[in-house]
């Protein structure tokens, strides 16, 4: 059971366009630096452009930062891509006449909601310009 890495290649794409921006790489492009499918890619970006993340210049194959990418933060990104999914699931089925497994569906919600409001909210304090400004970083 892992979470979606969805969240972590969309953060990889859209640094890589704003990092790369002069060479506007295609999803192609983005595709052999993720180490994934290009249909991947363009799903992905698809999320990102509904949205407001990123666009597209109309009659060029160049894709760019809807915003600044101080304005983008990584919560913003992971309710374009991930937002609908429970961050946590709960294991269903459990017998009813045990104490834990009569319980735990119920108590774990709880926590996990906690645990997920938790999360959301240091994402909303994360903007996508730090990431790069680390990613930058490194060439030095």
Same mark, same amino acid.
């Given at each position: ?18 990092? &790369? ?33 990123? &666009? ?63 999360? &959301? ?14 990613? &930058?970083?490194?060439?030095?």
């Amino acid at each position: 059971m892992a979470m979606s890495t969805k969240l972590s290649v969309a953060v990889h794409i859209l640094s890589l366009l704003e990092i &790369e921006a002069s060479s506007t790489p295609t999803s192609t492009d983005i595709s052999k630096s993720v180490n994934t499918n290009p249909v991947v890619i363009r799903r992905i970006m698809s999320q990102l452009k509904q949205a407001g993340l990123l &666009e597209s210049q109309p009659g060029k194959k160049a894709n760019r930062l809807a915003k600044d990418a101080r304005e983008i933060s990584l919560y913003d990104i992971y309710m374009a891509v991930d937002g609908d999914q429970d961050v946590f699931n709960i294991h269903k089925n459990t017998h009813p006449n045990c104490l834990v497994g009569s319980q735990i569906q119920r108590v774990l919600d709880s926590k996990f909601e906690i645990a997920r409001i938790e999360m &959301e909210n240091s994402l909303r304090t994360m903007p996508l310009s730090d990431v790069i400004w680390d990613i &930058e970083s490194a060439r030095e």
